[in-house]
């Protein structure tokens, strides 16, 4: 599926920026010179309960007055899974088409939302001469929350709220304390 329709799904691809629909969200196309790709990823564009998050991101990334966007239709599977189940044939052919969308672009700074996108696109692309900042959302929002670009209601959450740490944004990166701190505001 990832090698023929560039998600592990084998959605169409013209399906990946459908979340948008609604929402004030810009392609990299559209905002030439934006500060930040948002990297959607794949469980992003097509899982339903994603697409709600991702979509509550972008509020967030649009509340903190930030130049940002995506990639939309143009977007590709990152190839973690591809990488991990030890197909390096498409895993290197999706990363080096990546890394060429990602300079047409002119990215310099990653926001992703997956943690295995955020893994592959910070450590494993490097392999291939692409090293820009990569910055997982939990702890860009942590960071704007510090920075007071954005307000969060204290009162918000009621009941109990469960942390899960993923082996990808925990154990191999080491980032537990900025969603943490985001339930703590």
Partial sequence: NTEQRSNP??????????WTQDLAVKTLAD??????????????????RNRQV????????????LSWGILGT?????????????????????ASENIALFKK???????????????????????????VEVIHHTTFINDLIKAGRIKVDANALTGKTVVHDSCYLGRYNEIYEAPRSIVKA
């Fill in 74 to 94: 143009e977007e590709k599977c990152c190839g973690d899974s591809l990488r991990r189940l030890g197909n390096e044939y498409v895993f290197d052919k999706l």
């Fill in 31 to 48: 905002n030439p010179g934006a500060e930040y790709l948002f990297y959607v990823g794949c469980a992003g564009s097509f899982d339903s």
């Fill in 9 to 18: 799904w084998g959605i169409a691809p013209t399906d990946r920026a459908k």
């Fill in 54 to 65: 991702v979509a509550a991101l972008t509020t967030i990334l649009n509340a903190a007055n």
């Fill in 105 to 131: 672009h002119g990215v310099k700074k990653i926001i992703t939302y997956c943690p295995h996108c955020f893994t592959t696109l910070k450590n494993d692309y490097k392999q291939f001469g692409f090293d």
